[in-house]
């Protein structure tokens, strides 16, 4: 069997590697415009700060090494079309011919109609080679004050990397709050732990031109906002032009199914490109998270070698940290259900991650959100100074379960002094939930 894979990142490069584990003769073929397989987007800040020192440290596995897997890699190579009936794909360096495809072709930055916006020192954050540009920059213009234009991870992660550096920072947005991952009185404690170190924040603005190349302001309203560094970060934007041209059902995404075939059933889309299941809404909705790309992978691999797997509508579980702050969400925001018309009971607790008598505890906020109707979770947010991760990841396995507010408040927990509480912060939230129920 040939199977051809375009995209050449987490989702496309995971695939490859599934693909051989389960079948050991197929022709696998991953073509992919950059010179390396997998490496991780979600830690190029952390190499803009240098908590990573290169660039190419975030890359997971060398190229030798999918090819010791008799994967045949077309890197630097571009795919131009796709001809379902003769069933090719056309390349800059020829015709590659497939029984299988799938498209792994990811995500690119959105760049806003803004003048100036390709200026010299203005930047996207999405490739080794956009962290590249913005290092190169910094050592040698030593730039003191950068904008960040948008607030989703990338442009938060991005700020945080730059006060590291020393810069002054301000984040731009149209939207009223630092993230939309959260609702807004959850996203002000994340506002003010940045707003301590040296992150300021503009809300409802949207910057109208960029002034200088090399970068000497952002004109923000009709204000002169000095800045020597821009980052671009207003959100990402699905690829489906590849599809589109192929004439496959596309939306904001590829359309899948629940197997990631696409309107082609000898074509799948995996990854930040694939358009999938929102578990809450059911509604179509994006999965841009390295946790789904790989899990897409998996099945769509398991799916091509003939398993009958599915790929679960998702509730995009996410966490970052930023400076001293954890910050993990999953599943509606509670701003979200009610413009759904969902009727929901919210609970919101505020303690500390050890015992009030034990020391070195830190604060912690957990919001959880349930459906009235059927009295299931669907829906968290929490911030705090440690052990987000592990809150989080809970919730949500409970909520891909099917838990109600019962389960949550009556749930078995570990307790220690030096690690947690009795009764968990998750439970005392649950419990403040289920008082509106009745």
């Not at 571009?78 to 379902?84: F, G, H, S, T, V």
């Not at 009223?176 to 959260?182: C, P, S």
């Not at 059933?265 to 059911?282: L, M, N, R």
């Not at 830190?362 to 929490?382: E, H, M, W």
Request: neutral net charge.
């Amino acid at each position: 069997m040939r199977i051809v894979v375009i995209g050449s990142g987490t989702a496309g490069s995971n695939f490859a590697l599934f693909m051989r584990k389960l079948d050991r003769k197929a022709e696998i073929t991953v073509i992919g415009k950059e010179k390396t397989m997998q490496y991780s987007p979600c830690a190029l800040p952390h190499v803009i700060s240098g908590t990573i020192e290169k660039p190419e440290d975030v890359i997971v596995f060398p190229n030798e090494f999918y090819e010791k897997q008799k994967i045949n890699l077309m890197l630097n190579t571009e795919a131009k079309a796709i001809d379902r009936e003769r069933k090719v794909v056309i390349t800059d360096k020829g015709e590659v011919p497939y029984d299988k495809l799938v498209l792994a072709v990811g995500s690119k930055a959105v760049i806003p109609p803004i003048k100036g916006v390709e200026n010299e020192g203005v930047f996207t954050l999405k490739s080794l080679d956009d962290v590249r540009r913005i290092k190169a920059y910094i050592a040698e213009r030593k730039p003191k004050k950068a904008v960040v234009i948008g607030a989703g991870l990338v442009g938060l992660e991005g700020a945080e990397a730059f006060a590291k550096l020393g810069m002054e920072v301000l984040v731009v947005r149209r939207g009223d709050r630092a993230t939309t991952m959260l609702d807004k009185d959850m996203a002000k404690l994340v506002q003010e732990e940045m707003e301590k170190h040296g992150v300021s924040f503009r809300f409802g603005a949207c910057p109208s031109e960029i002034i200088g190349s090399p970068v000497k302001a952002v004109k923000i309203d009709d204000e002169e906002v000095e800045a020597d560094l821009v980052l671009v970060a207003a959100g990402m934007r699905a690829n489906v032009d590849l599809a589109k041209n192929a004439g496959l059902e596309v939306n904001r995404g590829i359309v899948v199914n629940e197997h990631l075939q696409t309107s082609d059933p000898d074509i799948y889309a995996i990854g930040d490109c694939a358009e999938v299941i929102d578990a809450v809404t059911g509604e179509r909705t994006l999965s841009q998270l390295g946790t789904s790309a790989v899990r897409m992978a998996k099945v769509a691999a398991e799916h091509i070698a003939g398993k009958d797997v599915s790929f679960r509508p998702v509730f995009n579980t996410t966490i970052t940290k930023l400076f001293g702050l954890e910050i993990g969400a999953f599943g509606i925001t509670e701003e979200r259900a009610k413009k759904a018309g969902i009727e929901i009971a919210v609970g919101k607790f505020k303690g500390s991650t050890k015992p009030e008598y034990y020391p070195g505890g830190k604060p912690i906020t957990v919001k959880v959100i349930f459906r009235k109707s059927d009295r299931k979770l669907i829906g968290a947010q929490i911030v705090g100074g440690e052990r987000v991760w592990g809150r989080i990841m809970t919730l949500s396995a409970l909520a891909q379960k099917g838990a109600t507010v019962e389960d949550v408040v009556y749930l078995e927990t570990a307790y220690a002094p030096p690690v947690s509480p009795t009764i968990d912060p998750i439970c005392v939230a649950a419990e403040m939930a289920l008082r509106r129920f009745h």
